[in-house]
């Protein structure tokens, strides 16, 4: 079956920087575009930033536009969040997600990863 694991996380003070991963396992015939959502604590999830299907086109919250960077190097790949001069609010757990078909026949299917924690201290 296809899981998601994010990896990456971890406490830095404000300014710092981290990647995050996003490897995918399991069978794959072909995936559309990479989603990353964060979830601060006693908020809603939010989006944070996307690369589509093509691994063309990105897109950006306005919070992380100009320090956040998404890549893969091919929608089958694993995928990155790049986070620079990070700042306490973007303390969140962070989530990556995929629209992944199993083979040539099933559908398209929504999967998510189990996320990893960013602390960010002033």
């Known amino acids: 079956q296809v899981v998601l694991v994010e990896s990456g996380g971890g406490a830095v003070q404000a300014g710092g920087s981290l990647r995050l991963s996003c490897a995918t396992s399991g069978p794959i015939w072909s995936a559309g575009g990479l989603f990353w959502y964060r979830r601060a604590p006693g908020k809603e999830r939010e989006f944070v930033a996307s690369i589509d299907y093509k691994n063309q086109i990105t897109d950006y919250a306005d919070s992380v536009k100009g320090r956040f960077t998404v890549l893969r190097d091919d929608p089958l790949g694993t995928g990155y969040l790049h986070m620079y001069n990070l700042k306490p609010e973007d303390t969140a757990t962070y989530y990556c997600?995929?629209?992944?078909?199993?083979?040539?026949?099933?559908?398209?299917?929504?999967?998510w990863g189990q996320g990893t924690q960013v602390t960010v201290s002033s």
């Open positions: 997600n995929k629209k992944i078909a199993t083979t040539e026949s099933d559908p398209y299917r929504q999967y």
